[in-house]
């Protein structure tokens, strides 16, 4: 093993002792060295002894030197300097090999040394020591001036007040801080500032002096200060703070270590750092900054949507984005994955009417990692199975730490800041100011507009929003890659450095569209009170059998963005798209929120107009209790009522009746053809029309009351 000048070996049994080696005589086979925390002179060693020390392992080398200092000559005083290159001249004065490392020599060297610069010879063995164990270096020779003032390991002890006298004298006595009164600060920080009400330093001074450096006052009864004893000034008090706490200490104890994680830990880093290339996708969602109205009635105002955003973390493109009225649930977020995976031409045009460039959005893939926090939706073993069987890393970051996926999160901001100034109805600060307008009444965008707005916005990021400051790797440098989000993803999807995967159509509405249950009737497949048809049901007659054998259910995937469809699974591979039949046209391309907003607005219709209904009904029985009364009462005025009704030659009576109306006039009283003369009473014809009424009261009413 070779043994060089200025190694350093460190000793096993006590990693305190380090000798450095500052000679080595090969033609003696001898080393010499000197303990680098205990200034000596040299001492010699066989090469041999030290060599299988080594080997056996009761010294190793080591890389780390105590004692080697880094300094710049602009950072070093004028004293400093003169001082280490006076030492420095007495050094090469005297260093000549091998007489000073013989004893009786060096003494000589010495001595001449002494004499030439006219110090002492106790000086010049303080700067031999001191250049062994130092490093053999100029700047070893450095004066420990950065040193001064300090007292290691310990605190100073001052018998008076220290700092500078007062300019104006007061009646309080003051004095050096000592241990009993370093104890009564650290209590009263502990109990009045270190608390969740964050009150101030002042105060936590003023309450120690309350409760510390106080006496009760005879006459008041009020706390005064205890003038006979010195108190604490409120220098020495924040003196002592700062020197015990660190800033972060302190926002820990007062805040707690969530807050201090979210918005006061060091920023150092990036996102991307993390994010192993594209195919990392954050997934978050908000409350939408607008009020929006009904598909089907403008005038009515549905609320704010919920907005889902997906994002990945190394391109910052936005992978989807999605926007309903119903509250944050599992159904949403499995929309929002299937929005993510879904070819987005089709889904714009399937769902927005949006035709759209396929370059401009050309994210369709499964990632390899989701990273969601912990909202119950994304917490769920329904979303853990959705990952599950697509073989995808769900990742909930901690709660309240929304700084962990930041790049969606600004996202959140972008998006509606930017589009907000464009929007009626969109949220004004100034709602509750004198003065201000009611927002909600000015909301004119339904929610599929909204979308296509936000799908834009979406579209203008991806596509044109230059990233200031990304870190672009070496590789992009080298293959002039913009930091644009979609030449970024583009680049990544080309170097294959996410491990992206794609998923057939089937596979997505199986997987991620929301699950529910139709039934099979006679009408067709109910699904949400519409309905629907499909070639199978109309090949195996599904409703003729439910209308013979009775109704029955089947499981069916569906999306609530567009009720045109839904998908019944025939077997493990295969799904059957049941259309709406012609009858519900209507819905066709609707969202599911708007049907059921419009079922909600006709049930609401039908209980307003259920007043008026039964006004009607119970008007129209009384009309027909008045009618039948009248006619009870003339049958009971024709003589013999009580006699039992013709009913034997009913078909006779009925055609001298038609005949007897037309003699009136009454059949046809509008028909030129026919023609009737004016009969009178007295003939025989008159006399028969007397008999015909008489037999038809006779068979019309029984004289029953």
Known sequence: MQLVINDLLQSNENPEFIQRIVWVDNKHHLCFLVNVHEPSFPYSEEIHNIENSLNKGEFMKVAIDPWAISVDEEDLSKQEIEKRDKAWLVINQIYLIPDLFIPKRRAELIKLASKKFSISTKTVRQYLKRYWSRGMVKNALLPDFNNCGKQQGKERNFNKKAGRPYVYSSAIQRAAINEEWKKIIRISLEKHYFIRSKPSLKYAYQQMVKEHFSKEDEKTGYKVLDMDRPVISFDQFYYWYRKWFKPEDAIHKREGRREFLQNYRAITGSATEDSMGIGTYAIDATIGDIYLVSSFDRNKVIGRPVIYLTVDIFSRCVVSVYAGIQSMSKESVRLALANAFEDKKEFCKRTLDMDIDKDDWPIHYLPHTILADRGSELISNELTQITEDLNIKLQNLGAYRPELKAVCEKYFDLLQEHISPFLPGAVQKDFMKRGGKDYRKKAVLNLNEYVQILVRTVLYYNNHNYLMGYPLTQSMIQENIPPIPIEIFKWGLHKGTGLLRTIPL????????????????????????????????????????????????????????????????????????????????????????????????????????????????????????????????????????????????????????????????????????????????????????????????????????
């Open 506 to 705: 089937n596979a997505i509405r199986s997987s991620v569209l929301p699950k529910g249950s139709a039934k099979i009737t006679p009408k067709g497949i109910k699904f949400g009170n519409l309905y629907y048809t499909c070639s199978i049901a109309l090949k195996e007659r599904w409703f003729s059998k439910a209308r013979i054998q009775g109704s029955w259910s089947m499981g069916v995937h569906y999306d609530p963005q567009d009720v045109s469809n839904i998908y019944i699974r025939i077997d493990r591979q295969k799904h059957e798209v049941c259309t709406l039949i012609k009858q519900y046209e209507m819905y066709r391309g609707a969202m599911i929120e708007d049907v059921e907003s419009l079922k909600s607005d006709i049930k609401h219709k039908e209980a307003e107009y259920e007043e008026s209904r039964l006004n009607g009904a119970i008007q129209l029985a009384q009309d027909i209790e008045e009618i039948v009364k009248n006619a009870k009462n003339e049958a009971k005025q024709i003589p013999n009522s009580k006699v039992p009704k013709d009913i034997k030659n009913i078909r006779e009576n009925r055609e001298k009746e038609n005949l007897v109306m037309k003699s009136e006039n009454l059949v046809y009283p509008n028909d030129p053809k026919v023609k009737l003369n004016s009969v009178s009473h007295e003939t025989e014809s008159g006399k028969v029309l007397d008999i015909f009424r008489k037999k038809q009261k006779e068979v019309l009413y029984d004289g029953e009351n």
